[in-house]
């Protein structure tokens, strides 16, 4: 194991009916003059936004509001945030939404107190001071709740890029199931998926000896093999969605993920995905994945022969370790498609002519020279072959 | 699964040398003037204690010390640490040790800034307030080191008691799995046997859809059925002490433990074991956690056995479930036994005939009138039964 920190400061508040004391938490921590950020009109249908309003009321908080959060959420509105923020005063920034309104409100947070252009942060710069950020989580997925990064798309050349830093950790986040019943049942699946993800990425490691971050990891995958059905079959199952919403936060708060090296790259390939087709993050995992790991298997056919037999059940073939381990990739590739989700560039929008755009983005794009790395390194060549593997 | 909220803020530096950065970390959190609390001759004749002055005196930090911390810590020692906290203006407790440093660290915190009698902590007072503590933890075994719980006994009548509060939550924590190699096997495998317990006192609930909390204990079990035997068979194998020392941590920060209720007889049938023969409280745990899940199984069979198969690897017998159940707290028993713990009443020094008061106190003490509630409540005939099974 490789020496590490952790820390996940952030109170969880989960279960039913939580974020009526949204006012009650803004306050504990220290929260007098709050822009509450959402997305589109789902939170207000639901009466969720009012809700919150009123429990800010009742604790004594004046608010701003700002909506209009798309998924892949943009630099533009980051900066009418910050602008608005400024303007009124605003000390603390509550985030009601998924992930992508949760990393639009980082920003804001970020950007409001830095003196140059908040896209600074999105290009290298660590964020080290930011007005304090609460959430109230209305999808599992991205498990931005409980963790100090956000992405944010430049509309200029749609970049999509990541921050980072523990002043963007969330000081509270509400957690309550119940708000994710209403979820279309594709972009439950999409949620699924991106935290499945967050699994593997950590999974996919070249550090030896890390059994305990196995185990937790294996576990969760785990969850979301027994929970994930459960939900896409009865929407209104609010205990598979607590599990799956636990599962979400502990997948990516790094608990799982400290003291190895960690892989990244399916992220990395899907990210531009999501910016030239603006497909949701999860569905674009979902084509992503399956391709890399048959890509990048031989590498270590050992650990994908463990993730087989220990997550999908797969019987170890001791003669043909490499069937095991594909015979796992199988197993995900099904899984994925009997929650939805798509499983190649057809069924996603992609298109093959688009390859070469890709590629050029992926390997060049962000600083880079040529090529990804993680638990492989993969060059333009790689990246090539991989998103044909999509087609 | 149940509402909940979770809070742990800890600071944790994980890995080789980790400890040198003791004085960095003191001065992040806040302190200028240390009282470093710790053990016996152990923590001196390593070196450690030097290097952690050394670390200080780099920081421009100033301390005092206060060694003699005994396992199951007493009060006795606490009041000495308060009144030299309070004269010598102490601003920040340091802990090197195990958990029994730490909590008497914790309630030396606690207590030196509190008007009344520190003790009250332990009859029922939450702890609100506290000088901020930091921890060099050198056994993987209570998991204090990220948790909000002390236990200390009181001299008179030897009461070992509990107190609770997110302001003794540390500050910061240290580990360094090195520091724990030089631990005689004896520690090591009573620090083993603790952290398991505190999987299972989690495991043990009467909450229904806990799947994800499920999964991560037994993860965490696993994680220490795989490690535990590497490290007594080679003391210096730092990799499988790295495992278990994350492992330790997050067995007892709650992580896993939140949204279901859960079960604490054994520690608590365990405490007037070690209250009064001052024995490892991981040993007094071997022998107590057999008995109590020999007598409790049948409250919920399919529990158990879903334990046995899914930790122990036992085959489920469809026909006969308790069969499965059963096999599971053998295995147990055995994985214990392989690690040189006691598995009974003369093993670990017990006598039967206290058996009467060791009843009484469990069933009358700290508030008690007349039974301890968990999974399973057990009034005076089922506690002297338990006793009796373990003679």
Redesign the interface.
């Known amino acids: ?16 009916d ?1 974020e009526n004391d949204a006012g009650k938490y803004v306050k504990r921590f220290g929260g007098s003059k709050v822009l509450i950020h959402y997305g589109g009109g789902s939170v207000v249908r639901s009466g969720l936004l009012d809700r919150v309003k009123k429990s800010l009321e009742e604790a004594g908080i004046s608010f701003v509001t700002l909506g209009g959060v798309k998924p892949n959420p943009r630099s533009g509105l980051v900066y009418d945030g910050i602008e608005l923020c400024r303007k009124e005063k605003v000390d603390f920034v509550l985030a009601v939404g998924g992930g992508s309104v949760i990393d639009s409100s980082k920003a804001i947070a970020a950007g409001t107190i830095y003196d140059g252009d908040f896209w600074d942060f999105y290009t290298g710069k660590r964020i080290e001071e930011a007005l304090p950020i609460g959430t109230i989580l209305t999808i599992a997925a991205a498990g931005s709740e409980g963790s100090p990064d956000s992405v944010i798309t430049k509309e200029e050349g749609m970049f999509k890029r990541g921050a980072s830093g523990d002043a963007i950790r969330p000081k509270f986040s509400i957690l309550n ?1 119940a708000l994710t019943q209403t979820l279309p049942a594709y972009q439950t699946a999409a949620g699924i998926t991106d935290i499945m993800a967050h699994l593997h990425e950590r999974y996919l490691t070249n550090s ?6 196995d ?2 990891i ?3 995958l ?2 979301m093999i ?2 994930g059905p459960r939900v896409i079959e009865n929407p209104d199952n609010y ?2 969605r ?3 919403m ?2 979400g936060m ?1 997948a990516h708060n790094n ?1 799982c993920g ?2 190895r090296s960690q892989d990244w790259n399916s992220h990395n390939i899907e990210h531009e995905l999501s910016a030239l087709y603006d497909c949701a993050h999860g569905a674009g995992l979902a084509v992503t994945m399956p391709a890399v790991f048959k890509y990048v298997y031989k590498h270590d056919v050992s650990r994908f022969a463990k993730l087989a037999t220990r997550v999908w059940g797969c019987q170890m073939d001791f003669d043909d370790p490499e069937r095991t381990a594909l015979e796992g990739i199988a197993a995900l590739e099904n899984f994925l498609k009997s929650i939805g989700m798509p499983l190649n560039f057809a069924e996603l929008g992609a298109k093959e002519e688009d390859i070469p755009t890709l590629v050029k983005a992926l390997c060049y794009g962000d600083g880079r020279t040529g090529s990804i790395s993680g638990f492989v390194t993969l060059d333009e060549e790689d990246c090539t072959k991989i998103y044909k593997m999509m087609i």
């Open positions: 194991m490789e020496n590490f920190t952790f820390y996940s400061p952030t109170f969880f508040a989960f279960g039913k939580t199931p030896k000896d890390v059994e305990v971050t185990r937790l294996e576990g969760l785990l969850t027994h929970e205990e598979a607590a599990n799956i636990w599962a502990m608990s400290v003291g």
